[in-house]
């Protein structure tokens, strides 16, 4: 069985022990090594490149949302799974947009940590409930006839013509990552909370030409 290998940031040694003997207690993961802050988790995820890394927010010097940023131009076949203390909207968008493959908070049970870490190794968005009602939230707030930037226009035109993430990430050269965040920021311009909406808002509004 391939392993699925992880790097832990975190700038509490007491928090990075934990997890590491959540992760290798079980044979499914290998940690590869810590980082007690953002820069560190760069360079080590830059050098021994695993699958995941479980990145906190708020840590000295360069902070996760710097960080995950970073990885996400340098090393994009590493999927960074949030794990913090916070689920304030700023701290949950700043991470999404910076390119976090999903969200989860420190107060989560064991198995929905690993069950997490699988999903994201896999590409798949993670969120955990309470983070998932927050975003939820911004997406039923409507934002009238706010503009979409070039570059969300163009997602949702490849939307519209059935194009998965991957594809129109393909298309545009940008990350998966990337599409998705683009996308949830269509959803909220546009005041919808689905891919299909979004298409039909986008008919509706002329974006698209009309339907």
């Not at 107060?107 to 690993?114: F, Q, S």
């Not at 069950?115 to 994201?120: E, K, M, S």
């Amino acid at each position: 069985m391939t392993k699925i290998s992880l790097l832990i940031a975190d700038d509490h040694p007491v928090v990075r022990n934990g997890l590491r003997g959540i992760f290798t207690g079980d044979p499914e993961f290998e940690v590869l090594g810590e980082a007690s802050d953002g820069r560190e988790a760069v360079t080590l995820t830059l050098a021994r490149r695993p699958d995941v890394v479980l990145m906190d927010l708020r840590m000295p010097g360069t902070d996760g949302v710097t960080a995950i940023r970073a990885l996400a131009e340098q090393s994009p076949g590493t999927r960074v799974l949030v794990l913090t203390t916070y689920s304030d909207d700023s701290d949950v968008l700043a991470a999404i947009d910076a390119g976090a493959t999903g969200y989860l908070l420190k107060d989560a049970p064991r198995e929905e940590l690993l069950r997490g870490v699988r999903a994201a190794a896999r590409g798949e968005s993670v969120l955990a409930p309470a983070v998932a009602t927050t975003l939820l939230g911004r997406v039923r707030a409507p934002q009238p006839e706010t503009p979409l930037s070039p570059r969300e226009l163009e997602v949702l035109r490849l939307i519209a013509k059935g194009a998965t993430n991957r594809a129109a990430a393909a298309e545009l050269f940008i990350s998966e990552a990337t599409v998705k965040t683009h996308l949830i920021h269509v959803y909220a311009k546009l005041g919808v909370k689905d891919r299909a909406a979004a298409v039909a808002v986008g008919f509706e509004r002329g974006l698209l030409g009309r339907s």
